[in-house]
């Protein structure tokens, strides 16, 4: 039957022309099943245009598409020890690391570029959650720290998108000191007089929830967005009560005082120029005239 399968039908399709079809050419809508081209949702910045469900966005295009015509600098990866705890569960830690960069294209799951958002210089930082569910190790905790520094040193605001799982259990303790190191960069940015707003994303849970991705001056969500600490499922069982419908989702959030706006991803740029604006007391014409200079000022740009 392998014989077969793996030599006669290929064949057989090679000769007749038949290509095989990539799976994800259609993605299924979670809501509703609706089943959207790859290609009109990645028009549609990943949101299924009947359902208005928020797909997760790759961490590239996400910055693309915050940035005015999609130019701004790449900040670079910083390099940190790998694997240190020689980590093995069914995988060896180096094997996962090596196959999410080949799916990613990332050397890990922070990506961070500086840039202009309807003339306002900032620096924003996203999580990939498709590198191990954006989990936070060393190299992104180095990565978010850096990006810190770089929004000081160009005295500009820091936008931050987490999507994770939480802290990388594959690094133990040393991923868990990104927690008070990541800390430590917010109140630095905070301490030289600098916005810090972060945008939640499906789905920030775990450590990251409970260190940076709380701490911003104002909390931005992703309709729909699961965001928490412990899952939903852990918290029934130990409280032994049902929870309400819609818990630790971004709209039951802005209900009770947790998060500050509910926007919707095709509004979050004119959004997050807006408030920034508000923050640093710039009027709307004042920005626009500065950012001539600023746009001079960013050294090599890089188209994404």
């Given at each position: 039957?392998?014989?077969?399968?793996?030599?006669?039908?290929?064949?057989?399709?090679?000769?007749?022309?038949?290509?095989?079809?990539?799976?994800?050419?259609?993605?299924?809508?979670?809501?509703?099943?609706?089943?959207?081209?790859?290609?009109?949702?990645?028009?549609?910045?990943?949101?299924?245009?009947?359902?208005?469900?928020?797909?997760?966005?790759?961490?590239?295009?996400?910055?693309?598409?915050?940035?005015?015509?999609?130019?701004?600098?790449?900040?670079?990866?910083?390099?940190?020890?790998?694997?240190?705890?020689?980590?093995?569960?069914?995988?060896?830690?180096?094997?996962?690391?090596?196959?999410?960069?080949?799916?990613?294209?990332?050397?890990?799951?922070?990506?961070?570029?500086?840039?202009?958002?309807?003339g306002v210089k900032l620096v924003a930082v996203v999580h990939e959650f498709n590198f191990i569910g954006g989990s936070l190790g060393m190299a992104a905790g180095e990565a978010i720290i850096r990006a810190f520094e770089k929004a000081i040193a160009e005295k500009c605001p820091l936008v931050m998108?987490?999507?994770?799982?939480?802290?990388?259990?594959?690094?133990?303790?040393?991923?868990?000191?990104?927690?008070?190191?990541?800390?430590?960069?917010?109140?630095?940015?905070?301490?030289?007089?600098?916005?810090?707003?972060?945008?939640?994303?499906?789905?920030?849970?775990?450590?990251v929830t409970a260190s940076y991705a709380m701490l911003g001056d104002i909390h931005l969500a992703e309709p729909g967005a699961e965001i928490g600490f412990a899952g939903k499922r852990v918290i029934e069982q130990t409280l032994r009560e049902k929870l309400p419908d819609g818990f630790q989702t971004?709209?039951?959030?802005?209900?009770?005082?947790?998060?500050?706006?509910?926007?919707?991803?095709?509004?979050?740029?004119?959004?997050?120029?807006?408030?920034?604006?508000?923050?640093?007391?710039?009027?709307?014409?004042?920005?626009?005239?500065?950012?001539?200079?600023?746009?001079?000022?960013?050294?090599?740009?890089?188209?994404?």
């Amino acid at each position: 039957m392998n014989w077969i399968t793996n030599y006669v039908r290929p064949k057989i399709n090679s000769m007749l022309g038949r290509r095989e079809v990539p799976e994800n050419l259609w993605i299924k809508c979670p809501e509703t099943g609706e089943m959207v081209f790859h290609r009109d949702l990645e028009e549609n910045k990943w949101v299924i245009p009947q359902s208005g469900h928020h797909m997760k966005m790759p961490a590239k295009a996400r910055l693309k598409d915050l940035f005015d015509g999609g130019i701004y600098e790449m900040l670079p990866q910083p390099k940190v020890a790998q694997d240190p705890l020689k980590f093995r569960d069914s995988k060896k830690y180096l094997d996962r690391l090596r196959d999410s960069r080949a799916k990613t294209e990332l050397e890990d799951t922070i990506v961070a570029g500086l840039g202009l958002v309807q003339g306002v210089k900032l620096v924003a930082v996203v999580h990939e959650f498709n590198f191990i569910g954006g989990s936070l190790g060393m190299a992104a905790g180095e990565a978010i720290i850096r990006a810190f520094e770089k929004a000081i040193a160009e005295k500009c605001p820091l936008v931050m998108f987490p999507a994770s799982g939480g802290a990388r259990m594959q690094e133990g303790i040393l991923s868990l000191m990104q927690l008070p190191r990541t800390t430590v960069a917010v109140n630095l940015l905070k301490e030289a007089g600098l916005p810090y707003i972060v945008v939640l994303t499906n789905p920030t849970t775990g450590g990251v929830t409970a260190s940076y991705a709380m701490l911003g001056d104002i909390h931005l969500a992703e309709p729909g967005a699961e965001i928490g600490f412990a899952g939903k499922r852990v918290i029934e069982q130990t409280l032994r009560e049902k929870l309400p419908d819609g818990f630790q989702t971004s709209e039951y959030l802005l209900e009770h005082g947790m998060v500050d706006m509910v926007v919707k991803r095709h509004d979050l740029p004119a959004t997050l120029a807006r408030v920034l604006k508000i923050l640093m007391k710039k009027p709307a014409e004042a920005a626009r005239r500065d950012s001539g200079s600023q746009v001079s000022a960013l050294p090599l740009a890089a188209r994404a």
